[in-house]
């Protein structure tokens, strides 16, 4: 079921970044923009392409009071055969109406949300840029939009998608990251909302992020919420580690993110032969394999950056490098075959890359 999406084209073109060496992240924003409504009674209706801009919100709005927030990351890659390709976006579809569903917001028709994603980046295409390991960063969200206080489940809401062109992440190559595993804060619970992108997530993950950023550390890695023993992921990837030649990655218990990069090198790990276990990996059992030399590699998985090796890990006053301080031979042959797909340059057998349209 496609949404009706009506089209009002910007008369004010933006300059496009003629340095595409300076894109950064979400920095920039392309002419248009998606939004639709939705009302209790209604469904889903007005789906339209406007030009990009404020939009205005009723100060009750729930959005506001009560965080309920949802959003998505996803990226629009100028491919090798001259099209414009994004990456198993369904998976991101079906992981917003799981968010959505956690959240007691309106679910999205899938097919009419591909339909959403596909007319609004073809509309843009022009804005897909053209240099190595950049891409147009799509960011869908949806949130509660009640014009009164009263916490209960939404009748309105709104859906919406804005596009950012970003940079290559790793402009002077990839290099290592030091990461502090968080011992006070936690970021999700169980029954919580952990596996849901939500922003209030990030809002609770900020402290932590800042204390680590001052001592020098790149991203937080959190533990579970109950034992305070269990690795869960890192900020906004998901955590894998190669210990005596097999892959540990922690289960999907609830409290982590689902990501769809992961999912992408479980089974690409998979039939390269390796033994993948997705299990509960307590820090103690961590740092027992990293002073016995059996920690080969560690590395985070994300849209943002693909894979990103874990150079130093930081847990109560020790430090421990890992792999020194190096990429790894698996970690960069995953980054190598998720980009080659991504970007068209090697063979896609999964069918993992969709075209949305001609260059
Ligand atoms: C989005 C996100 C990830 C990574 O998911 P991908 O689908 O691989 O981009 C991991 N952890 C958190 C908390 C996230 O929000």
Not at 41 to 49: A, D, F, T, V
Not at 108 to 114: A, I, Q, R, T
Not at 314 to 320: I, L, P, Q
Request: charged share 25%; aromatic share 10%.
């Amino acid at each position: 079921m496609k949404y009706e999406i009506s089209i009002t084209k910007t008369t004010a073109p933006k300059e496009h970044p003629a340095d595409e060496s300076k894109l950064g992240f979400g920095q920039i924003f392309t002419d248009h923009m998606f939004l639709m409504d939705y009302s209790k009674e209604k469904g889903w209706y007005n789906g339209r392409i406007v030009p990009f801009g404020p939009m205005p919100i009723h100060p009750a709005s729930t959005v506001l009071h009560y965080g309920a927030e949802i959003f998505e990351g996803m990226k629009a890659y100028r491919a090798k055969d001259n099209t414009i390709r994004l990456f198993r976006p369904t998976e991101n579809i079906k992981r917003l109406n799981n968010s959505a569903e956690r959240l007691c917001l309106p679910l999205l028709d899938e097919e009419g949300c591909l339909d959403i994603f596909n007319t609004l980046v073809e509309l843009e295409k022009d804005w897909v840029p053209h240099s190595d390991g950049t891409s147009l960063y799509i960011r869908p969200y949806l949130f509660g939009n009640d014009p009164h206080l009263g916490v209960h489940a939404v009748k309105e809401a709104v859906f919406a998608v804005i596009c950012s062109p970003v940079g290559a992440y790793y402009a002077e190559g990839i290099n290592p990251v030091k990461i502090a595993i968080e011992s006070q804060d936690v970021r999700a619970v169980r029954g919580g909302t952990g596996y849901a992108k939500c922003g209030g997530n990030y809002a609770a993950s900020l402290r932590a992020g800042e204390r680590a950023e001052q001592q020098g550390y790149t991203q937080v890695l959190w533990l579970d919420g109950v034992e305070r023993k269990y690795i869960e992921e890192v900020g906004s990837m998901n955590v894998m580690f190669k210990i005596a030649g097999k892959i540990i990655t922690p289960a999907l218990t609830g409290s982590v993110l689902p990501g769809i990069t992961r999912k992408s090198c479980i089974e690409l790990i998979k039939e390269w032969g390796y033994e993948v276990e997705e299990r509960l990996i307590s820090v103690d059992e961590l740092f027992a394999a990293a002073e016995n030399g059996t920690l080969e590699e560690a590395w985070g998985t994300g849209t943002a950056a693909v894979v990103s090796p874990i150079g130093h890990l930081f847990y109560n006053g020790k430090e421990y490098t890992v792999s020194d301080n190096k990429i790894g031979a698996l970690t960069q042959k995953l980054y190598d075959n998720l980009t080659g797909i991504q970007w068209g340059k090697i063979e896609d057998k999964h069918g993992w890359s969709v075209k949305v349209c001609e260059a």
